[in-house]
């Protein structure tokens, strides 16, 4: 059984030798695989419910079923994931498309195995009370796919995006600046949404409104996956599983998001049914928007190098290994 591993230290307890297990020091509290080490996988994740399914597969015991060791660490989000694998302390990591491109532009190496969720509603456009789209001065941004979602969404209305100011923020401030009026408006998502909603902000539509969405990708790096194809393509099938549970019974992920990341389980629910979750392989679609992306950072300058999506984004790889 696969066990949520605590930082804290209950006093008087034992210490079990088979917890001794290798995290990495921004890691939060990670689940310990048993059996021989030389077949762990750890995987990196973020903390909201968007990573759904490695929380509700660990809980449910499905990588053990399958006869996997795994080790699901959680860090901060963003590229923290994602460079736990350039840095060797993590096998695999779950990150948006707009951040494993960032990441990869810096790390050749990086290699993305194929889709387990997307969504075109689960950021949405927030405006402070009064204000109106054309209204608009000043949004906060968050750096990535808050950037670039704002740029789309300041260019459907007609706007010059360089005749917005933008405030760089974190989602966890918007709600604030935005109720003290330092802000009019910030494209983001629950529970910060939620929040600018319950202190007079209002919601005036989601990124498929102006024809934006996102996707998460499964990322390893090349040299680990040159020798372990077969055993990531199982760990991705067990993911793909989960999304399938997912996507018929949001509830039942609720649980495991809510346990894992002590979050209300009511909430987290309204989060899941946000997001479509299925493992799949890439689309010409995701090339495209691959390629938009690149693009877009380039322009921005916010890429250290070249990314080419039809090198790192490897096309029928998930059908391929995961049957």
């Known amino acids: 059984m696969i066990e949520v591993l605590r930082r804290r230290v209950i ?3 034992v210490v079990v030798a088979a917890l001794v297990l290798a995290t990495t020091a921004c890691a939060r509290p990670a689940t310990q695989a048993t059996g021989n080490a030389s077949d762990l996988v750890r995987i990196s994740v973020g903390v909201d419910a ?27 989000g963003g590229a923290a994931s994602a460079q736990n694998v350039v840095a060797g302390t993590s096998e695999l990591s779950g990150n948006a498309d707009s951040t ?17 969720e997307d969504s075109d509603r689960y950021f949405r456009v927030v405006l402070r009370g009064g204000a109106t789209p054309k ?12 950037l670039y979602f704002t740029d789309r969404y300041l260019r459907s209305l007609g ?37 600018a909603v319950g ?14 969405r996102y996707s998460q990708w499964l990322l390893a790096s ?27 019974d949001p509830s039942r992920a609720a649980k495991a998001v809510a346990a894992a990341i002590r979050m209300d389980p009511g909430e987290a629910r309204d989060q899941i049914t ?50």
């Open 11 to 13: 006093a008087g307890a």
């Open 50 to 76: 968007s990573y759904a399914p490695f929380f509700l597969a660990d809980s449910e015991g499905m990588f053990a079923a399958a006869g996997l060791h795994v080790q699901i660490i959680q860090t901060e």
């Open 100 to 116: 494993a491109l960032t990441v990869m532009a810096g790390n050749p190496g990086l290699r993305a195995l194929g889709v387990y």
């Open 135 to 146: 209204s608009i001065r000043k949004m906060g941004v968050f750096p990535g796919i808050g």
């Open 159 to 195: 706007v010059d995006p360089a005749s917005i100011t933008l405030v760089t923020t974190s989602p966890p401030e918007q709600p604030a600046l935005l109720a003290r009026g330092d802000i009019d408006a910030f494209i983001s998502y629950d529970p910060w949404v939620a929040r």
């Open 199 to 212: 202190s007079n902000g209002h919601v005036v539509g989601t990124t498929g409104d102006f024809g934006a």
């Open 222 to 248: 090349q040299s680990w996956l040159s020798t372990h194809e077969r055993l990531a393509g199982q760990v991705f099938r067990v993911l793909a599983q989960a999304a399938d549970i997912i996507a018929a």
């Open 274 to 323: 946000q997001i479509d979750f299925r493992g799949r392989d890439f689309r010409p679609d995701d090339f495209e928007q691959a390629r938009e992306l690149v693009d877009f950072f380039r322009g921005q300058g916010k890429l250290a190098g070249p990314v080419p999506p039809q090198e790192v984004m490897l096309a029928g790889w998930f059908g391929r290994n995961t049957q």
